[in-house]
């Protein structure tokens, strides 16, 4: 039996996307409560959720596709023939 590298995997653009668009489905959402807590406004609450919403996807996305191209912390996981790790 060979041994074989396992390939360096990365994120499409695509995932990095939906990773942010979930995440800020639930942060918004914390906003939202927040924002209504402190103003006791439900139209005020939201309109502070939707920038929010926005900015951050945004924001969170330039920053998923910055750290794809960082190379700190990635590596080959060498497996033997088996699938164990060498």
Same mark, same amino acid.
């Given at each position: 039996?060979?041994?074989?590298? @396992? !390939?360096?995997?990365?994120? +499409? !653009?695509?995932? +990095?996307?939906?990773?942010? $668009?979930?995440?800020? *489905?639930?942060?918004? $959402?914390?906003?939202?409560?927040?924002?209504?807590?402190?103003?006791?406004?439900? @139209?005020? @609450?939201?309109?502070?959720?939707?920038?929010? $919403?926005?900015?951050?996807?945004?924001?969170?996305?330039?920053?998923?596709? @910055?750290?794809?191209?960082? !190379? $700190?912390?990635?590596?080959? *996981?060498?497996?033997?023939?088996?699938?164990?790790?060498?």
């Amino acid at each position: 039996m060979t041994t074989e590298n @396992a !390939p360096l995997l990365t994120e +499409s !653009p695509l995932r +990095s996307a939906l990773k942010g $668009f979930t995440w800020r *489905l639930v942060a918004t $959402f914390t906003t939202v409560v927040i924002a209504y807590c402190i103003t006791g406004k439900q @139209a005020l @609450a939201l309109q502070i959720g939707a920038v929010e $919403f926005v900015a951050k996807l945004v924001v969170y996305y330039v920053h998923e596709r @910055a750290w794809v191209r960082v !190379p $700190f912390g990635r590596g080959l *996981l060498k497996t033997g023939g088996n699938g164990d790790k060498v």
